[in-house]
């Protein structure tokens, strides 16, 4: 291994609790770990919490190898930030296919779901465009749907996570 300085215990210890001192692959879990860096030392020349995950020896040796990828490992480490930020997994994933759609394309919504995403749209991340025609009422609540958009700000949120598009 080549000589570098080592991890600060503030940021080791930041990426260990992340993964709750467990291999970050939520098939493995292993208790043994390693502080593996998604982009190589090599390459980054840093120790920075957005770029280390803790892995076993065994999946960091894997992940030495490329039998893991990058991505895969960014999405393990996203995955686990999952568990202490605070959008559920349903707004991420609304969050991620918004963002695969062309620009100015949207998802339609129905509006007695909003409750389930409202966080993200507080946020300012997902932009909600009702329809014109005052829409179609059946017990007194609009049943057509909405048209959910991501925002600027909801792709810089997921470019802030490392995130790139496929």
Not at 4 to 31: N, Q, S
Not at 70 to 92: G, P, Q, V
Request: net charge positive; hydrophobic share 40%; charged share 25%.
């Amino acid at each position: 291994m080549e000589n570098r300085p080592a991890i600060p215990a503030d940021v080791k210890r930041r990426v260990l609790v992340e993964a709750g001192h467990r291999c970050a692959i939520p098939t493995c879990r292993y208790i043994e770990v390693d502080i593996h860096h998604i982009v190589s030392w090599a390459q980054c020349q840093a120790h920075e919490y957005d770029n280390l995950i803790a892995l076993c020896p065994n999946c960091h040796r894997r992940a030495d190898k490329g039998e893991i990828d990058r991505k895969s490992l960014r999405i393990y480490k996203f995955n686990l930030r999952l568990a202490h930020d605070k959008f559920s997994n349903l707004e991420m994933d609304i969050l991620f296919e918004l963002r695969k759609l062309p620009a100015g394309r949207g998802l339609h919504w129905p509006p007695f779901n909003m409750l389930l995403i409202k966080r993200v749209i507080d946020a300012g991340y997902i932009r909600v465009h009702q329809p014109q025609d005052g829409g179609v009422f059946i017990g007194g609540m609009r049943s057509d749907p909405d048209l959910l958009t991501i925002t600027q700000s909801g792709s810089k949120f997921l470019e802030s996570l490392g995130m790139e598009r496929d």
